[in-house]
């Protein structure tokens, strides 16, 4: 059994965390994710106010009694920001004590109530200099994610090989990398570069539990490495998502210099949700980072996260053994 210190400040039997998924991280995926052994994080931009998370946070206690976190999302994009204080209220008052903030600004501001609350802080992001500002702010841990993940990816385009040694040598605290981590091959590489947990997120969606329609995961077993994209660096977002002729939309919009008002329609939350639910795979905008290639086949949480664990174990094993 691999213990790390990520293990022990979270207390979750693998070094893995079930990164956060807006739309898709509601109560039932995080429970069946932390069930099965992760780490996972609840998306606190899936609800429209305090009281709604504060419901989907309880929903997510009776469904679970191991560990989770709530994400709190810093892009102004994907929530609103003059309300960040009352999610983490709220957050705190429902006895959550392990909070992830995600973007490239650390929450400054935040902080205090982070660290009067008891809470377990995790900031993640995608490059030295702001994995140093989280760090000199008082946060736990760091998670770094680098050029081939799903989701954000920042502007500094760095492989997660250069990307996480590079934020755990610039750092004192633990280190949660990822970014293309599919396999427990990928758990082991991060691992030996000295992480002290792994992120993911693409590589959750093809499981049984996970909310979104057959048809996308499906189409995620299909995929190859090369089938996805960089979307929405033209506004300073830029995402890595699946190349799918909503995908395609948005770039020809911003090779054509079109307003932020058409991307953002274009890239829309709501479609992909649509998407989600009624599975006409080019109709939304989806992040998913370059480990979609190595989707195979779409187990439970359990299976995939247990499978995941024991082929770390045995690369490690094996790599240990080539060395003697
Ligand atoms: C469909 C999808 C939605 C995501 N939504 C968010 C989000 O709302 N907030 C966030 O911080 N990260 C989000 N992420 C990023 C993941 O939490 C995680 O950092 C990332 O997926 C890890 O890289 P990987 O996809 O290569 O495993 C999302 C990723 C995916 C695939």
Redesign the pocket.
Not at 69 to 74: E, G, H, M, R
Not at 200 to 214: F, Q
């Given at each position: 059994m691999i213990k790390t210190k990520v293990t022990e400040i979270l207390g979750s039997k693998y070094p893995i965390i079930a990164?956060?998924?807006?739309r898709?991280s509601n109560p039932e995926f995080v429970a069946a994710a932390s069930n099965a052994g992760a780490c996972a994080v609840l998306?606190s931009?899936n609800y429209k106010s305090p009281d709604e998370l504060r419901d989907a946070i309880n929903k997510t206690q009776s469904l679970t009694n191991q560990p989770f976190a709530v994400?709190i999302?810093l892009f102004p994009a994907?929530m609103p920001q003059d309300k960040l204080d009352d999610y983490v209220d709220a957050t705190l008052a429902e006895d959550v004590k392990i909070i992830e903030t995600?973007g490239h600004k650390a929450p400054e501001e935040l902080v205090p109530k982070f660290k009067n609350g008891g809470a377990i802080w995790i900031h993640?992001c995608a490059g030295v200099r702001y994995a140093k500002k989280g760090e000199s702010l008082g946060a736990d841990l760091i998670t770094v994610?680098g050029y081939?993940?799903?989701?954000?990816t920042g502007r500094l385009d760095i492989g997660t090989l250069v990307m996480a040694p590079s934020v755990i040598d610039a750092v004192d605290i633990p280190v949660i990398a990822?970014?293309?981590?599919s396999d427990g091959r990928g758990v082991a590489a991060i691992l030996a570069l000295g992480a002290e947990g792994v992120?993911?997120?693409?590589?959750m969606?093809a499981t049984k539990e996970c909310p979104i329609h057959e048809n996308l995961k499906h189409a995620f077993v299909e995929a190859a490495e090369t089938d996805t994209c960089l979307a929405l660096r033209s506004v300073g977002n830029t995402h890595r998502v699946w190349n799918n002729e909503a995908a395609q939309k948005v770039l020809e919009l911003e090779s054509e210099g079109a307003p932020l008002f058409k991307l953002i329609q274009a890239a829309s939350g709501e479609k992909a949700e649509e998407m989600y639910k009624h599975g006409d795979t080019d109709l939304g905008v989806?992040?998913?980072?370059q480990?979609v290639g190595l989707i195979k086949d779409i187990p439970t949480v359990k299976e995939l996260l247990d499978r995941i664990m024991a082929e770390a174990e045995e690369t490690i094993s094996h790599l240990q053994r080539i060395s003697n």
């Amino acid at each position: 059994m691999i213990k790390t210190k990520v293990t022990e400040i979270l207390g979750s039997k693998y070094p893995i965390i079930a990164g956060t998924m807006a739309r898709i991280s509601n109560p039932e995926f995080v429970a069946a994710a932390s069930n099965a052994g992760a780490c996972a994080v609840l998306a606190s931009a899936n609800y429209k106010s305090p009281d709604e998370l504060r419901d989907a946070i309880n929903k997510t206690q009776s469904l679970t009694n191991q560990p989770f976190a709530v994400n709190i999302n810093l892009f102004p994009a994907l929530m609103p920001q003059d309300k960040l204080d009352d999610y983490v209220d709220a957050t705190l008052a429902e006895d959550v004590k392990i909070i992830e903030t995600s973007g490239h600004k650390a929450p400054e501001e935040l902080v205090p109530k982070f660290k009067n609350g008891g809470a377990i802080w995790i900031h993640k992001c995608a490059g030295v200099r702001y994995a140093k500002k989280g760090e000199s702010l008082g946060a736990d841990l760091i998670t770094v994610v680098g050029y081939e993940n799903g989701g954000a990816t920042g502007r500094l385009d760095i492989g997660t090989l250069v990307m996480a040694p590079s934020v755990i040598d610039a750092v004192d605290i633990p280190v949660i990398a990822g970014g293309g981590v599919s396999d427990g091959r990928g758990v082991a590489a991060i691992l030996a570069l000295g992480a002290e947990g792994v992120i993911m997120g693409t590589r959750m969606m093809a499981t049984k539990e996970c909310p979104i329609h057959e048809n996308l995961k499906h189409a995620f077993v299909e995929a190859a490495e090369t089938d996805t994209c960089l979307a929405l660096r033209s506004v300073g977002n830029t995402h890595r998502v699946w190349n799918n002729e909503a995908a395609q939309k948005v770039l020809e919009l911003e090779s054509e210099g079109a307003p932020l008002f058409k991307l953002i329609q274009a890239a829309s939350g709501e479609k992909a949700e649509e998407m989600y639910k009624h599975g006409d795979t080019d109709l939304g905008v989806v992040s998913c980072g370059q480990g979609v290639g190595l989707i195979k086949d779409i187990p439970t949480v359990k299976e995939l996260l247990d499978r995941i664990m024991a082929e770390a174990e045995e690369t490690i094993s094996h790599l240990q053994r080539i060395s003697n």
